[in-house]
């Protein structure tokens, strides 16, 4: 009895330590900075240019940002946690990274290289993660080359 005992309070013990040094990853202020410095948010509708209705709890409206990438929009939508960002990526089949969702992203080929290269997003509903496609890469030779 006090075998189990001592076996299911290690146990326990175990899980709360896992849960505590889960630490939620989140873009810092400096490091989002960084990264968007020569990709400029654009507003083209205003204030109503992201559709938040759409969105689950958690989003941070002023840093949801709407970007133009070659001519493509796309929603880069920080929630709170990285968890709501994984979450809504599931259930709308797009991508995210730490705690940005990245919405109008899957299936646009040039938007996907982008979000993966330039944040390291993911598609959680892809058994097999995407990599840069090689429409890109043909093209990032083309460029070097000329």
Not at 2 to 21: A, D, Q, R
Not at 70 to 99: C, D, G, V
Not at 132 to 142: G, N
Request: charged share 25%; net charge neutral; proline share 3%.
């Amino acid at each position: 009895m006090l075998f189990k005992s001592l076996i299911l309070t290690s146990l326990l013990f175990s899980l709360s330590c896992s849960k505590k040094n889960h630490v939620d990853e989140k873009f810092t202020e400096e490091e989002w900075k960084t990264i968007t410095a020569h990709h400029t948010p654009v507003s083209p509708q205003g204030e109503n240019a992201i559709p938040f209705h759409e969105y689950s709890s958690g989003v941070n409206r002023l840093n949801s940002k709407v970007f133009i990438f070659e001519k493509l929009r796309f929603f880069a939508i920080e929630f709170e946690t990285s968890e709501q960002a994984k979450k809504e990526a599931i259930r709308l089949n797009q991508y995210y990274a730490k705690n940005y969702l990245f919405d109008q992203v899957e299936g646009e080929p040039i938007l996907e290289d982008f979000v993966i290269e330039t944040f390291k997003a993911i598609n959680p509903n892809r058994k097999i993660q995407k990599t840069k496609s090689s429409h890109s890469a043909k093209k990032h030779e083309e460029a070097a080359h000329h």
